[in-house]
């Protein structure tokens, strides 16, 4: 199956999720022991601030980009339509330069907005394969304004709900960023409309 280098897999996503439902199970053992209960540290734990040591591996990782300075929280909450937490590095994860923002209700662990940097390759060979990911049901669709190239990236299938592979893919020069907006209550087009807002004030801030 075509997937452009750099692009999380659905795999990846998949263990996205599934390592926030065991964190979050974690969290309510451990506060079920009264073990970690209205603790605190400065590395940066749910609900704290952005600057974590994730961040600076991340940061060096890639290059000169930290994707958790491109939006705000307040921004976050705005294009997930509900409130947000602070962006966060996952070490864990397959891309070390993404950064999440995820849902404060713990129980909506498939709500969040991801913001990923990648090589200008990656959005040139991704678009260039358009009509090869036709054919597995995945369509571009070119965005103007913004930045100096930008398109959509989507799954053809029920337009009514938020696929993972749907992503808005934007290149400013030597950088290329990936945005992707997950609320299951959404369409795509919602998911769509709140990713540009988010690239705009992004790309204001590289």
Same mark, same amino acid.
């Given at each position: 199956?075509?997937?452009?280098?750099g692009? +999380?897999?659905?795999a990846?996503?998949?263990?996205?999720?599934?390592?926030?439902s065991?964190m979050?199970?974690?969290?309510?053992l451990?506060l079920?022991?009264?073990g970690c209960?209205?603790?605190?540290s400065?590395?940066?734990?749910?609900?704290?601030?952005?600057?974590?040591?994730?961040?600076?591996? &991340?940061?060096?990782?890639?290059?000169?980009?930290?994707?958790?300075? $491109?939006?705000?929280?307040?921004?976050?909450?705005?294009?997930?339509?509900?409130?947000? &937490? +602070?962006?966060?590095?996952?070490?864990?994860?397959?891309?070390?330069?993404?950064?999440d923002?995820?849902?404060?209700d713990?129980?909506?662990?498939?709500?969040?907005?991801?913001?990923?940097?990648?090589?200008? &390759?990656?959005?040139?060979?991704?678009?260039n394969? &358009?009509?090869?990911?036709?054919?597995?049901?995945?369509?571009?669709?070119?965005?103007?304004?913004?930045?100096?190239?930008?398109?959509?990236e989507?799954d053809?299938?029920?337009?009514?709900?938020v696929?993972?592979?749907?992503? $808005?893919?934007v290149?400013?020069?030597?950088?290329v960023?990936?945005?992707?907006?997950s609320?299951?209550s959404?369409?795509?087009?919602?998911?769509?409309?709140?990713?540009?807002?988010?690239?705009?004030a992004?790309?204001?801030?590289?």
């Open positions: 199956m075509y997937r452009p280098a692009r +999380p897999t659905v990846a996503m998949n263990k996205k999720f599934a390592t926030r065991v979050v199970g974690l969290c309510g451990c079920a022991l009264a209960s209205g603790s605190s400065s590395s940066g734990g749910r609900g704290g601030g952005n600057a974590t040591h994730g961040v600076s591996q &991340a940061a060096q990782h890639h290059g000169a980009v930290d994707t958790c300075t $491109l939006i705000t929280q307040a921004e976050a909450t705005k294009a997930l339509g509900e409130s947000a &937490a +602070p962006g966060k590095h996952d070490p864990d994860s397959d891309s070390p330069t993404d950064c923002w995820f849902a404060t713990i129980d909506h662990f498939t709500t969040f907005v991801s913001v990923d940097t990648s090589a200008v &390759a990656n959005f040139d060979d991704a678009y394969h &358009a009509k090869d990911k036709a054919k597995l049901g995945i369509v571009d669709t070119a965005v103007s304004g913004l930045g100096d190239e930008a398109f959509t989507a053809n299938g029920d337009p009514s709900h696929g993972l592979i749907d992503v $808005l893919e290149k400013k020069g030597d950088t960023l990936t945005f992707h907006v609320n299951p959404m369409t795509k087009a919602q998911a769509f409309t709140g990713a540009k807002v988010l690239a705009q992004a790309l204001g801030r590289l």
